[in-house]
């Protein structure tokens, strides 16, 4: 059990080591500057000792004046050495962020929509901001800044030992106590933190929740509801915050007292060897700097692991989500040119343990149109996805021309199909960004006839700067056809062979549906299209329909078999208003 725990970590940390590897130049920088800054530190008292020996020697004003120059260039060197250093590990912490943080994006933008159910919106943003920067000050700070001080300790017991082997003596068990010391206490509150974290993402997700939902609390009397969640939430925060707090408040306290003990102990020695060794004053106040100096490196190494305990708890928390394994694993293969045949064989699928298809087959050829009706929570929307390739099947087959799309590569495969739903996500961006999602390989001319074949070209003409034009967060100043038909334009570009539409027109007016009707009527000719429908009229503009009733499907037929008034399945599914 423990060697299956120690492969884990060595696992987890091979990955953030080729992050480290991409910058190996920058590093071994790094590693030449820190041992020359810790050099400066270590001969400043040096050259006071010497400074102070020689003016209680007489000597002259030019030897004096030399040391003083010593001292001063000692102390510019190390300022730049110091900015020097910042500014290399800030280069490369912004860069290690960035990479830490598109690998993570990509992996979580991998993911099934089972995966966002499990992870709220703020949730993710804490753990791809917050958990990544402290991943990356891990990787490009922590770790060399903790050897630094680590070689400025060791250096500081060999100056002493070579200033007086009594102080060496008398210094080297007690910075051996203090770092064993710190080393016990690393990781005790690690899981306390990490709770601490969780707590802190769970509030950022409520926050985000009742923000984005702000109308409906409103509309609904549910205000109180969400203020009471956050409230609740907030003391849960508080009161993890605070147990890991009392888990590394002992520390400080630890470093304060041994630290004050190594300053009595350095003015002791002193005293003692001026009074019978003889001991220069110059002497005596080195072993008194050198014992200042200790100080530092154990207070910052103290917090530095404080730090540390912070960082362990975020990469736990990263590696959850890398370790979130993909729903739909990505193919190699492609589709061949031309448009082939869809077919479901002996289709099998379920969420956990609720059963949503069940032995589905059925092949819808090339270039028709097929609308899909039935009852919410029949399993229309699941035949979408899984053809889309957002779930696969647990049993059965998913082919298009003959090819099962388990075996195709995802991008590959949507880059021949464009599924659009009645949720339709509007970036805060310009009307060419929300139509290209920042990809240039369509000029502005084919975007404009784009918007215009959907039927905005009046909305278009009325727009200050044309595709330049900024549309507000979430889609502010559009109207919900709008959407529809800006998605229904993003779709046109890509020129798919088949065409998924997930009820496109249920959050529509009846005037706006029958705008939205016409385009999408337009659009799918000559297509291979799906479209879920929940209104009769939609009917009109597809060649066959498919009926599902349970997760299965109870009849797939010619359109004209279906509007008949005396149908009674179509009398069952659309219980009003069917021509």
């Not at 490196?297 to 990263?318: K, N, Y």
Request: aromatic letters at 6%; proline letters at 4%.
């Amino acid at each position: 059990m423990a060697s299956q725990e120690q492969r884990a970590v060595e696992t987890n940390w091979a990955r953030y080591r080729g992050y480290v590897c991409r910058h190996r130049r920058s590093f071994l920088l790094l590693a030449a500057l820190i041992p020359l800054d810790v050099g400066t530190q270590l001969v400043a008292p040096q050259v006071v000792r010497r400074f102070l020996d020689a003016a209680v020697a007489g000597r002259s004003q030019g030897e004096l004046a030399g040391y003083a120059a010593v001292f001063v260039v000692l102390a510019a060197v190390r300022q730049a050495l110091s900015a020097g250093t910042g500014w290399v590990s800030g280069r490369v912490a912004w860069r290690t962020t960035n990479e830490v943080r598109h690998d993570l994006l990509a992996h979580v933008l991998r993911q099934g929509p089972k995966f966002f159910l499990r992870h709220s919106p703020g949730e993710l943003v804490d753990r791809m901001d917050g958990d990544v920067t402290r991943l990356a000050k891990l990787l490009s700070e922590l770790v060399l800044d903790i050897a630094a001080q680590l070689l400025l300790i060791i250096g500081i017991v060999v100056a002493l030992f070579l200033l007086d082997w009594r102080y060496g003596v008398l210094f080297t068990p007690l910075a051996a106590v203090m770092l064993l010391l710190l080393r016990r206490l690393l990781g005790r509150a690690v899981p306390l933190i990490a709770d601490r974290q969780r707590a802190e993402a769970s509030l950022l997700g409520h926050l985000e929740e009742s923000l984005t939902g702000r109308e409906d609390l409103k509309a609904n009397g549910g205000t109180a509801h969400a203020l009471e969640g956050a409230w609740q939430r907030i003391l849960h925060h508080y009161r993890l915050a605070r147990r890991a707090a009392r888990a590394t408040v002992t520390w400080p306290a630890a470093v304060q007292v041994l630290t004050a003990v190594n300053l009595c102990a350095a003015l002791a020695t002193g005293v003692w060897l001026s009074q019978h060794r003889g001991a220069s004053v110059g002497t005596v106040f080195a072993g008194l700097s050198y014992a200042i100096l200790l100080r530092m490196p154990l207070v910052s190494i103290t917090s530095r692991f404080q730090d540390m305990e912070d960082v362990l708890g975020s990469v736990r928390r990263i590696e959850e989500l890398f370790g979130e394994a993909h729903i739909v694993p990505d193919g190699d293969g492609t589709l061949p040119p031309g448009r082939g045949a869809v077919s479901f064989t002996g289709v099998t699928f379920a969420y956990d343990e609720r059963a949503v298809l069940s032995d589905v087959s059925f092949t819808i050829a090339p270039g028709r149109r097929v609308a899909l009706i039935g009852r919410s929570g029949s399993g229309k929307s699941t035949i979408l996805r899984m053809l889309f390739r957002q779930y696969d099947p647990q049993a059965g087959v998913v082919s298009i021309g003959g090819t099962d799309v388990r075996q195709l590569d995802v991008a590959a495969l949507r880059s021949r199909i464009t599924l659009v739903t009645q949720e339709v996500h509007v970036i805060a961006a310009t009307l060419r960004d929300n139509l290209t999602f920042f990809d240039d390989r369509w000029p502005d001319e084919q975007l404009r006839r784009a918007v215009e074949e959907v039927g905005l070209d009046t909305w278009y003409a009325a727009l200050p700067e044309g595709l330049d034009t900024r549309i507000g967060p979430g889609g502010a100043g559009l109207s919900a056809g709008e959407e529809q038909l800006l998605a229904l334009a993003r779709a046109l570009l890509t020129d798919p062979d088949i065409v998924l539409l997930d009820e496109p027109s249920a959050r529509l007016d009846p005037h706006a549906e029958r705008r939205l009707r016409r385009t999408i009527e337009k659009f799918i000719e000559g297509r291979t299209a799906l479209i879920i429908a929940h209104r009769p009229e939609t009917l009109t503009i597809v060649d066959d329909v498919m009926v599902v009733e349970d997760g299965r499907v109870a009849r797939l037929a010619p359109r004209a078999d279906f509007t008949g008034s005396d149908d009674e399945t179509a009398d069952r599914l659309f219980p009003v208003g069917r021509s």
